[in-house]
């Protein structure tokens, strides 16, 4: 019998363990990838929490609107670079030669330089538009574009190199951080404090980050090594660049729905089930998200080296997105009441316009993976804008059609019918591509 055992076939688990490379097992890096994220979003909302239970309503307004501005800020001047750096970086597990630490160089730079950019742009603003009536630092605000933009193309980098687990040491570093200064802010009464807690934390994990990629990326033969390759910068804007682009058609995409609602007659109630749907269409999707970030760094490393097991990448991938999305959308649609009478207002839930949102994120959940497969592949990942770019102009009709209804149930209703389209889109682009 147990001979039997031995020699039997390997189970399919097994056989996802061995394509745990470059950063251990499937299984151990989803661990480590979720603590990150947990931890990451888990802090500003348990600082937020804090802050709104213990201070003002105005240190609240403050401290809220800053997260909020550095994070709207970051979105443009990341430029891309974060999925550039996966990618880059990923590609150097197979093999880091001077070449390759020149690019990821040239990834480093641009970030430094886009932060730089956006806080020149952010002097030139005046008062009334930057900052309004809340009490906000500068120079802290500043710092703070600068520390997040970096930290945020740091975090690309390391899940490209598979290092799940010290993003969640970082992480979890971070918190404390965050936690302790929020602490001492409710302590003496003073925002100020919660808000350099946050600049500080950030800076916390780039320096926890950099222990790791300063020694990889140091030159090997000389200063002469060291200097600026145009043509490899020029190779990273051509992935940031379409990046940065599909970022920028998702964001208008979301808010143009939701602002078509706004100018209706019921605009208010509308958007209110407009934006509670897209919170629990954003939950459903946040574990597909997690597995897509653990899989991306093995199929770009498949696609380096041409790999037969890229297509079973590609396919488990997708694959264990649908599966984990279908079964919390089961859950979602079955307890649809109870999940909305939380939020205590009848008239900002609609279970209908929840249950569009909860079908569109299961049908969009292979999207994420199937997208970063293409990226992996594609040279410069034009196709994926151009799907990108389909997604948003059918999402778009669809609602202005709708529109005549003014409904949050229409804008979701082509929401999903935008992803209806999008999924067998980039099924026949992977085809084309020979990843599937």
Same mark, same amino acid.
């Given at each position: 019998?147990?001979?039997?055992?031995?020699?039997?076939?390997?189970?399919?688990? $097994? +056989?996802?363990?061995?394509?745990? +490379?470059?950063? /251990? %097992?499937?299984?151990?890096?989803?661990?480590?990838?979720?603590?990150?994220? *947990?931890?990451?979003?888990?802090?500003?909302?348990?600082?937020?929490?804090? *802050?709104?239970?213990?201070?003002? #309503?105005?240190?609240?307004?403050?401290?809220?609107?800053?997260?909020? @501005?550095?994070?709207?800020?970051?979105?443009? $001047?990341?430029? /891309?670079?974060? *999925?550039?750096?996966?990618?880059?970086?990923?590609?150097?597990?197979?093999?880091?030669?001077?070449?390759?630490?020149?690019?990821?160089?040239?990834?480093?730079?641009?970030?430094?330089?886009?932060?730089?950019?956006?806080?020149?742009?952010?002097?030139?603003?005046?008062?009334?538009?930057? #900052?309004?009536?809340?009490?906000?630092?500068?120079?802290?605000?500043?710092?703070?574009?600068?520390?997040?933009? !970096?930290?945020?193309?740091?975090?690309?980098?390391?899940?490209?190199?598979?290092?799940?687990?010290?993003?969640?040491?970082?992480?979890?570093?971070?918190?404390?951080?965050?936690?302790?200064?929020?602490?001492?802010?409710?302590?003496?009464?003073?925002?100020?404090?919660?808000?350099?807690?946050?600049?500080?934390?950030?800076?916390?994990?780039?320096?926890?980050? $950099?222990?790791?990629?300063?020694?990889?990326?140091?030159?090997?033969?000389?200063?002469? =090594?060291? %200097?600026? &390759?145009? +043509?490899?910068?020029?190779? #990273?804007? +051509?992935?940031?660049?379409?990046?940065?682009? @599909?970022?920028?058609?998702?964001? @208008? *995409?979301?808010?143009?729905?939701?602002?078509?609602?706004?100018?209706?007659?019921?605009?208010?109630?509308?958007?209110?089930?407009?934006? #509670?749907?897209?919170?629990?269409?954003?939950?459903?999707?946040?574990?597909?998200?997690?597995?897509?970030?653990?899989?991306?760094?093995? !199929?770009?490393?498949?696609?380096?080296?041409?790999? &037969?097991?890229?297509? %079973?990448?590609?396919?488990?991938?997708?694959?264990?997105?649908?599966?984990?999305?279908?079964?919390?959308?089961?859950?979602?649609?079955?307890?649809?009441?109870?999940?909305?009478?939380?939020?205590?207002?009848?008239?900002?839930?609609?279970?209908?316009?929840?249950?569009?949102?909860?079908?569109?994120?299961?049908?969009?959940?292979?999207?994420?993976?199937?997208?970063?497969? !293409?990226?992996?592949?594609?040279?410069?990942?034009?196709?994926?804008?151009?799907?990108?770019?389909?997604?948003?102009?059918?999402?778009?009709?669809?609602?202005?059609?709708?529109?005549?209804?003014? @409904?949050?149930?229409?804008?979701?209703?082509?929401?999903?019918?935008?992803?209806?389209?999008?999924?067998?889109? =980039?099924?026949?682009?992977?085809?084309?591509?020979?990843?599937?």
């Amino acid at each position: 019998m147990l001979k039997a055992e031995l020699t039997s076939p390997p189970s399919w688990f $097994s +056989r996802l363990g061995t394509l745990a +490379r470059p950063g /251990g %097992k499937l299984s151990t890096d989803f661990v480590f990838a979720a603590a990150s994220q *947990v931890l990451g979003r888990g802090s500003l909302i348990l600082a937020s929490i804090l *802050v709104a239970n213990f201070m003002t #309503v105005e240190s609240f307004s403050t401290f809220t609107y800053f997260n909020l @501005t550095i994070a709207m800020i970051a979105t443009f $001047s990341t430029l /891309g670079l974060g *999925v550039a750096a996966s990618r880059i970086f990923a590609e150097s597990t197979v093999g880091l030669d001077e070449n390759k630490r020149r690019e990821a160089r040239s990834v480093l730079f641009f970030a430094a330089l886009s932060a730089l950019v956006a806080v020149c742009a952010l002097h030139t603003m005046p008062d009334s538009w930057l #900052v309004g009536n809340v009490r906000l630092s500068r120079p802290v605000l500043y710092a703070s574009v600068v520390a997040i933009t !970096i930290n945020n193309v740091l975090l690309g980098a390391m899940s490209g190199r598979g290092e799940f687990g010290l993003m969640a040491l970082a992480a979890g570093a971070g918190l404390l951080v965050l936690l302790g200064g929020v602490g001492a802010a409710v302590h003496f009464g003073s925002v100020n404090l919660a808000i350099w807690s946050v600049l500080i934390s950030m800076t916390l994990q780039i320096g926890i980050f $950099s222990t790791r990629l300063v020694p990889l990326l140091r030159a090997r033969d000389g200063a002469e =090594s060291s %200097k600026m &390759d145009l +043509r490899l910068a020029a190779g #990273v804007m +051509r992935i940031a660049g379409p990046m940065f682009l @599909t970022s920028l058609v998702v964001g @208008t *995409v979301f808010w143009f729905l939701g602002r078509a609602l706004m100018g209706g007659e019921n605009g208010v109630a509308e958007f209110s089930k407009y934006a #509670v749907g897209l919170q629990w269409f954003s939950f459903i999707l946040l574990v597909p998200s997690i597995t897509t970030r653990v899989f991306f760094p093995r !199929i770009v490393q498949a696609s380096v080296q041409n790999s &037969d097991e890229r297509r %079973k990448l590609v396919l488990m991938n997708a694959g264990a997105n649908f599966l984990v999305a279908a079964v919390l959308g089961a859950i979602a649609m079955a307890l649809g009441d109870v999940f909305l009478s939380l939020y205590g207002n009848d008239d900002v839930t609609d279970v209908q316009v929840f249950r569009l949102f909860v079908l569109a994120a299961i049908v969009a959940s292979p999207v994420n993976g199937l997208g970063n497969a !293409i990226i992996a592949r594609d040279p410069g990942p034009r196709r994926w804008l151009l799907l990108q770019v389909g997604w948003g102009l059918v999402a778009v009709l669809g609602a202005l059609h709708f529109s005549a209804t003014g @409904t949050a149930a229409s804008m979701a209703g082509a929401l999903l019918l935008a992803y209806v389209c999008l999924v067998p889109s =980039s099924l026949l682009v992977l085809k084309q591509l020979k990843l599937l």
